[in-house]
């Protein structure tokens, strides 16, 4: 210790590390290259066409909703029966 009941300070020597200029990033999926360049110019980016494939698949979701709850019409099938109507009589 000093004199002055000060703790010697300590040095570090720094070596410049250079990191690589690269960026790693991962291609993108193959559908969303097809929205891209299917989409005549209008979707950009690969955060467009995922915003894309999110509207259509929700859009997708609801059309099928609509189509499975509206099936029944309140219509009996036509289905024939092989005995006949048994309420006929003869």
Same mark, same amino acid.
């Given at each position: 210790?000093?004199?002055?009941?000060?703790?010697?300070?300590?040095?570090?020597?720094?070596?410049?590390?250079?990191?690589?200029?690269?960026?790693?990033? !991962?291609?993108?999926?193959?559908?969303v290259? $097809?929205?891209?360049?299917? *989409? #005549?110019?209008?979707?950009?980016?690969?955060?467009? =066409?995922?915003y894309?494939?999110i509207?259509?698949?929700?859009? !997708?979701?609801?059309i099928?909703?609509?189509? $499975?709850?509206?099936?029944? *019409? #309140?219509?009996?099938?036509?289905?024939?029966?092989? =005995?006949?109507?048994?309420?006929?009589?003869?």
């Open positions: 210790m000093d004199q002055n009941n000060e703790p010697p300070q300590i040095v570090f020597e720094e070596e410049s590390v250079q990191r690589p200029s690269q960026s790693f990033q !991962t291609p993108a999926p193959k559908i290259e $097809l929205v891209i360049k299917y *989409s #005549g110019g209008t979707v950009k980016d690969e955060k467009q =066409a995922n894309v494939l509207g259509f698949v929700a859009v !997708t979701i609801v099928m909703t609509v189509l $499975l709850f509206s099936g029944g *019409s #309140g219509s009996k099938p036509a289905v024939p029966s092989i =005995a006949g109507d048994p309420t006929e009589e003869y």
